[in-house]
């Protein structure tokens, strides 16, 4: 069901929501909704650069398989670090990537191990 509508003055009361099949619209009372973001990666963009999986999101680390390695050209050993794209030193945290949780917390805490990673490689 898609949210069309919101209904409420000092408090959500209602929602109303439209089917997307039938494009039948029901009124529910509802005084909590949950929103979720980031669910449809937008990563077309990047189709060629680095592996995506069959949904749009990015593979990283371990989920690499040694065959998309080296189509990508993989030129290190060890293989791809945690967080670490196809392209060595390029990496993806948060909703964008493949397997993430989709919360924003593990997103911060993805972003900030991906940061001690670049500085990890800017070091060597």
């Known amino acids: 069901m898609e949210i069309v509508s ?3 003055v000092d408090h959500l009361e209602g929602v109303t929501g ?13 005084a909590h909704v949950f ?17 995506l999986d069959n949904k749009g999101f990015i593979k990283t680390g371990s989920d ?25 030193g390029v990496f993806a945290a948060g909703d964008v990537r493949g397997g993430n949780v989709q919360r924003v917390a593990s997103a911060v805490g993805e972003g900030s191990i991906a940061i001690s990673f670049v500085h990890q490689i800017l070091r060597e």
């Open 18 to 30: 439209r089917n997307s099949k039938s494009g039948k619209s029901e009124e529910h009372n509802i």
């Open 35 to 51: 929103v979720m973001t980031g669910a449809n990666p937008n990563t077309g963009w990047l189709n060629g650069c680095v592996v």
């Open 64 to 88: 690499l398989s040694s065959e998309e390695l080296t189509g990508a050209h993989w030129p290190l050993t060890p293989s791809a670090r945690l967080l670490e794209s196809s392209v060595p």
């Open 6 to 8: 919101l209904k409420g």
